[in-house]
């Protein structure tokens, strides 16, 4: 049956909504919204040897930030814990000395993130009575890759002391407690 000047119209405006409505299809996640696909990271967290602080944290692109979530066990009772990513991904000293110093691709000096600091410092853990901690934040400067400032690769730590966010170069956060290696998720 041939076509006719209405059919043809019609089915041009038609066959890019069919396209575009199958496109959006194919990107909905089960709960009905547009899913994001955003590189996502997990480190889960070994203790040192002498030392029961383990857990896991979760990094996510967001924009240029990292979203972090944490979740550690084991830790001092009532008491703050430096955190930080570390240059390497290597936990096999058992001190986790392996992981190198702070993981710093801008060369700024150790810091809190409202100031000047280096990619891989975080804000600190804070254990409650039981010794657990939970926290979720942004940090900048570094990304969700293998790039110049990427984590992929790169270590987790624990410390057993505060970080003071003023000693250079390590907020004089004490021993490594736990160590964790940061792989794709």
């Known amino acids: 049956m041939p076509l006719t000047k209405t059919k043809t119209k019609t089915m041009t405006r038609t066959i890019p909504l069919l396209l575009l409505a199958a496109a959006l299809a194919g990107c909905m996640s089960q709960g009905g919204t547009v899913a994001k696909t955003m590189p996502g990271a997990v480190a889960q967290l070994n203790p040192t040897q002498g030392n029961q602080a383990k857990g896991t944290v979760w990094f996510a692109q967001d924009g240029l930030r990292v979203n972090v979530r944490v979740q550690v066990s084991g830790l001092t009772p009532n008491q703050e814990h430096g955190f930080h ?18 993981f710093n691709p801008g060369g700024k000096p150790h ?13 600190s853990l804070k254990a409650d009575a039981a ?55």
């Open 85 to 102: 990513v570390h240059e390497k991904g290597d936990c096999s000293a058992p001190d986790a000395m392996s992981a190198g110093g702070h």
């Open 131 to 185: 010794g657990n901690a939970q926290a979720s934040f942004q940090i900048e400067g570094v990304s969700v890759g293998t790039g110049i400032d990427g984590l992929l690769g790169k270590g987790v730590i624990v410390h057993a002391k505060p970080d003071d966010y003023t000693t250079q170069p390590t907020g004089n956060s004490g021993g490594r407690i736990a160590c964790g290696v940061i792989v794709a998720s």
């Open 111 to 123: 810091g809190p993130q409202s100031a000047a600091h280096h990619g891989g410092d975080m804000p």
